[in-house]
């Protein structure tokens, strides 16, 4: 069980979020100009390092926010939170 | 032809609940048909200061707070949502107040008030009753009166809060469709306070 820091809630149990996903994924500038393969590997293809991994969470059963933070895919550590409280998103 | 009557979420449990409070110990109840409106709106705009003359009170903008404001009561829920209790049967008048103070801005104000029912944990074993289902620091230093909290108990979601008051008092806001199996749970979690003499 991993506790995670919610920017709003303080620290919370693992089972009250729902992971979102790498986070830092733009939305491509253009998407009609993109090629087929270009396009699948926005929707698609993800990093998967071993380490440090910026990623969103959703603070489900409290708040409802979204936010991301830095986890070690590999000790379960939260390295840091790179997202300030956002009201918006 | 039968009478049409309202029947609140716990009413069939309200047997089970009363059997399972020990006085003086931990005492378990529903509170029926409080008034429960959802707000929502920029904390930072101006409709925020309007809505705080409204009601009384200026809305609770830190995290897992609440206010008091006459005899409504304000739970942050959110950066931007709040809920506003109070008495039965005040919505309409509540829901008016606060779209009126609105003025158009962009904002919600609900009648959410069938959507939970809340049930009161009231005794010096409230926070330990309420730990076997809940992993929150329910100490008063780190969850005073006043605090609140949006959280799960016996994987179910709630909002808990803690009222004012010497001995330990909260609510539990449970959404109307788990009400049920959660005071099972509160049951069976109360029935080891039913032996006093064990507790001394």
Same mark, same amino acid.
């Given at each position: 069980?991993?506790?995670?820091? #919610?920017?709003? #809630?303080?620290?919370?149990?693992?089972?009250?979020?729902?992971?979102?996903?790498?986070?830092?994924?733009?939305?491509?500038?253009?998407?009609?100009?993109?090629?087929?393969?270009?396009?699948?590997?926005?929707?698609?293809?993800?990093?998967?390092?071993?380490?440090?991994?910026?990623?969103?969470?959703?603070?489900?059963?409290? #708040?409802?926010?979204?936010?991301?933070?830095?986890?070690?895919?590999?000790?379960?550590?939260?390295?840091?939170?790179?997202?300030?409280?956002?009201?918006?998103? | 032809?039968?009478?049409? +009557?309202?029947?609140?979420?716990?009413?069939? +449990?309200?047997?089970?609940?009363?059997?399972?409070?020990?006085?003086?110990?931990?005492?378990?109840?529903?509170?029926?048909?409080?008034?429960?409106?959802?707000? +929502?709106? =920029?904390?930072?705009?101006?409709?925020?200061?309007?809505?705080?003359?409204?009601?009384?009170?200026?809305?609770?903008?830190?995290?897992?707070?609440?206010?008091?404001?006459? =005899?409504?009561?304000?739970?942050?829920? $959110?950066?931007?949502?709040?809920?506003?209790?109070?008495?039965?049967?005040?919505?309409?008048?509540?829901?008016?107040?606060?779209?009126?103070?609105?003025?158009?801005?962009?904002?919600?104000?609900?009648?959410?008030? $069938?959507?939970?029912?809340?049930?009161?944990?009231?005794?010096?074993?409230?926070?330990?009753?309420?730990?076997?289902?809940?992993?929150?620091?329910?100490?008063?230093?780190?969850?005073?009166?006043?605090?609140?909290?949006?959280?799960?108990?016996? +994987?179910?979601?709630?909002?808990?809060?803690?009222?004012?008051?010497?001995?330990?008092?909260?609510?539990?806001?449970?959404?109307?469709?788990?009400?049920?199996?959660?005071?099972?749970?509160?049951? =069976?979690?109360?029935?080891?306070?039913?032996?006093r003499d064990t507790l001394a």
């Open positions: 069980m991993m506790s995670i820091p #919610c920017p709003w #809630c303080g620290p919370r149990d693992e089972i009250e979020f729902h992971y979102g996903g790498q986070a830092g994924v733009a939305y491509p500038q253009d998407p009609h100009t993109l090629t087929d393969e270009d396009w699948a590997q926005f929707l698609f293809f993800r990093d998967n390092p071993r380490g440090a991994f910026g990623e969103r969470w959703l603070h489900a059963a409290g #708040c409802r926010r979204w936010f991301s933070l830095r986890r070690d895919t590999v000790t379960n550590r939260i390295l840091d939170r790179h997202d300030t409280r956002t009201v918006g998103q | 032809m039968a009478e049409i +009557r309202g029947e609140s979420p716990l009413a069939p +449990r309200a047997k089970l609940l009363a059997e399972a409070s020990v006085p003086d110990v931990l005492e378990l109840g529903e509170i029926p048909f409080l008034t429960q409106v959802a707000l +929502r709106l =920029d904390p930072e705009g101006a409709e925020a200061a309007r809505v705080g003359a409204a009601l009384g009170a200026p809305l609770p903008l830190a995290p897992g707070t609440s206010v008091v404001a006459g =005899d409504l009561l304000v739970l942050w829920m $959110g950066p931007d949502e709040w809920l506003v209790m109070g008495e039965q049967g005040r919505a309409p008048e509540v829901v008016s107040a606060l779209t009126r103070s609105l003025e158009g801005e962009h904002g919600a104000v609900v009648d959410v008030s $069938g959507q939970r029912t809340t049930l009161e944990v009231a005794g010096p074993r409230a926070e330990e009753f309420l730990n076997k289902g809940c992993p929150l620091d329910l100490h008063p230093f780190s969850f005073g009166p006043g605090r609140c909290a949006q959280t799960l108990l016996a +994987r179910t979601e709630v909002a808990l809060l803690r009222r004012h008051g010497t001995t330990p008092v909260f609510w539990v806001l449970v959404r109307s469709s788990f009400a049920r199996h959660l005071a099972g749970w509160a049951a =069976d979690a109360a029935a080891e306070y039913g032996a």
